[in-house]
């Protein structure tokens, strides 16, 4: 079992709608979490940490439920600009960042 | 603004040739990182360094050595390509004592092995 796992997509949603991804990991000692973004041929970047009480950045939401092991994305009022692969980033108890393979998200007008 | 530089972002080379890929960055980042990323697999550590002249295997470090001769930067050496060693090479570093989990990545590095 892969320590983080993604659906790879794609999620194909139409401008102005909301789209979740999920995340689950499999070390339950895993002590933080974030989402990057990943734009076509680019590096990826931060977007945001997982705090335990969830968090919100603008448009976006990223919640973490300890019990049932996974990390959520929620994107509202989808923009265009928002198509790019999403990875999970789970940092494990020996304080080495795994990645997910991504979840690619396309937004069409 | 962090930058962290990659020297070449696209390479061709043949079979059992020596390729050098470089990493600069200019945060005095403690910490540095070299990933390999392929699709269906994400991103996999190679190697990492936390200081000057220490280097740490990551998870797949056969076929690989590094450099870290200064802070600022950090080599990754191929020594005989092979062509399973196509891929993209992704250089990132972050803060050491400070490190908050974000990674600052450099554009990458597309490595064809013919």
């Known amino acids: 079992r892969k320590e983080v796992e993604q659906d790879p997509g794609p999620f194909n949603v139409p401008e102005g709608a909301t789209v979740a991804f999920n995340c689950t990991y499999s070390n339950s000692a895993s002590q933080s979490f974030f989402w990057y973004r990943q734009d076509c041929r680019k590096e990826p970047k931060l977007l945001m940490s997982v705090y335990s009480s969830g968090n919100e950045d603008g448009?976006?939401?990223?919640?973490?439920?300890?019990?049932?092991?996974?990390?959520?994305l929620l994107i509202r009022d989808s923009k265009l600009s928002d198509s790019a692969t999403?990875?999970?980033?789970?940092?494990n108890p020996t304080?080495?960042?795994i990645f997910g393979t991504g979840t690619?998200?396309?937004?069409?007008? | 603004?962090?930058?962290?530089?990659?020297?070449?972002?696209?390479?061709?080379?043949?079979t059992g040739e020596k390729v050098f890929l470089e990493c600069v960055q200019d945060m005095d980042h403690e910490n540095m990182f070299w990933y390999r990323q392929d699709p269906g697999l994400g991103l996999r550590l190679i190697y990492f360094s936390y200081d000057v002249k220490?280097?740490?295997?990551?998870?797949?470090?056969e076929g690989y050595s590094v450099s870290r001769e200064k802070k600022?930067?950090?080599?990754?050496?191929?020594?005989?390509?092979?062509?399973?060693?196509?891929?993209?090479?992704?250089?990132?570093?972050?803060?050491?004592?400070?490190?908050?989990?974000?990674?600052?990545?450099?554009?990458?590095?597309?490595?064809?092995?013919?």
């Open chain 1, 86 to 91: 999403y990875l999970c980033v789970v940092r």
């Open chain 2, 1 to 14: 603004d962090v930058k962290v530089t990659q020297s070449s972002r696209y390479l061709v080379k043949r």
């Open chain 1, 59 to 72: 448009r976006f939401t990223a919640q973490l439920n300890r019990a049932s092991q996974y990390i959520s």
């Open chain 1, 104 to 109: 690619r998200l396309q937004v069409f007008p």
């Open chain 2, 72 to 114: 600022e930067r950090f080599s990754l050496i191929l020594e005989s390509a092979s062509t399973n060693q196509t891929s993209m090479y992704l250089c990132a570093s972050s803060w050491g004592a400070r490190d908050t989990g974000e990674l600052f990545f450099g554009e990458g590095s597309r490595l064809t092995v013919l």
């Open chain 1, 95 to 97: 304080d080495k960042l």
């Open chain 2, 54 to 61: 220490m280097k740490e295997k990551g998870d797949i470090p």
